[in-house]
């Protein structure tokens, strides 16, 4: 198992830029994927982006593609999401989540078994 915390949210106004880290406590973290969702008050949670565990693979949700990185540095146990070009719609509550299964559906919240507490993200107009 693993344990994962989460940084770097805040309040950025409309085409700011925020970096989101999450620190994993399992010195296995490159066997683990990683992906990245988010929940705002009275929506579902829904996807971001995720990464393999080799960090090859990068996924992105329509919403956020072109304007957020994925990435990992598995010798440093961290994964990180940068936010550029931000949106008020982006403003919601970030997740980092992790899997051990190779075969995982990455889009979907139920196939991801670690969660950290999440950070919260504001983007002002």
């Known amino acids: 198992q693993v344990q994962l915390v989460e940084s770097g949210g805040g309040l950025v106004q409309a085409g700011g830029s925020l970096r989101l880290s999450c620190a994993a406590s399992a010195r296995t973290f490159g066997n683990y994927g990683t992906g990245w969702f988010r929940q705002a008050p009275g929506k579902e949670r829904e996807f971001v982006a995720a990464?393999?565990?080799?960090?090859?693979?990068?996924y992105y949700a329509d919403s956020v593609k072109g304007r957020f990185t994925i990435s990992r540095d598995n010798a440093k146990n961290t994964v990180y999401l940068q936010m550029n070009s931000l949106k008020p719609e982006d403003t919601a509550r970030y997740y980092c989540?992790?899997?051990?299964?190779?075969?995982?559906?990455?889009?979907?919240?139920?196939?991801?078994?670690?969660w950290g507490q999440g950070t919260q993200v504001t983007v002002s107009s």
């Open positions: 990464i393999s565990s080799s960090g090859g693979t990068p």
């Open positions: 989540a992790a899997h051990p299964n190779p075969y995982a559906s990455w889009t979907q919240s139920q196939e991801y078994p670690y």
